[in-house]
């Protein structure tokens, strides 16, 4: 059974990477607009910062889940795929609200994405659990 974090923590890395890419947009978009907190009404403030929240709401439990089944000797191969696959499906939802403020296929099919994601790696743990 694996005792660290190796695979978890690459994927994990590669989305704070992203994170703060989403972070520093918020930064130049708030001295573009003179705005120190909140929006000021300005749509690519609150486009920037919903694109931020959202991958705020999503990431935590995504990894919390991943290392749960890296810790409790998930597939290392299955730990890559969906690795790979909540990392494509975060670029695919962030290109998607950046283009539209509406739905668009990249911003569906990250979401989507990102909830098989969390499908997969709640009944892989589940099974993990029972045995």
């Known amino acids: 059974m694996l005792t660290h974090l190796t695979i978890t923590g690459l994927y994990a890395s590669i989305l704070a990477l992203f994170l703060i890419a989403l972070a520093v947009n918020i930064i ?14 300005e749509q690519p403030l609150i486009k920037a910062i919903r694109i931020h929240g959202n991958f705020t709401e999503y990431m ?20 890559h795929i969906i690795g790979l696959s909540l ?11 950046t283009t539209t403020v509406g739905a668009s ?3 569906q099919i990250g979401i989507l994405a990102t909830f098989i994601v969390l499908f997969a790696l709640a009944v892989l743990n589940i099974l993990k659990f029972i045995g």
């Not at 708030?30 to 000021?40: A, E, H």
């Not at 990392?87 to 609200?97: F, I, K, P, Q």
């Open 105 to 107: 296929l990249p911003r």
């Open 28 to 41: 130049k978009l708030r001295f573009k607009f003179q705005v120190g907190l909140g929006d000021g009404g």
């Open 87 to 97: 990392v494509a499906g975060r670029v695919l939802h962030m290109l998607g609200l």
């Open 60 to 79: 935590p439990l995504a990894l919390i889940l991943l290392a749960s089944y890296e810790l409790n000797g998930g597939d290392e191969l299955y730990l």
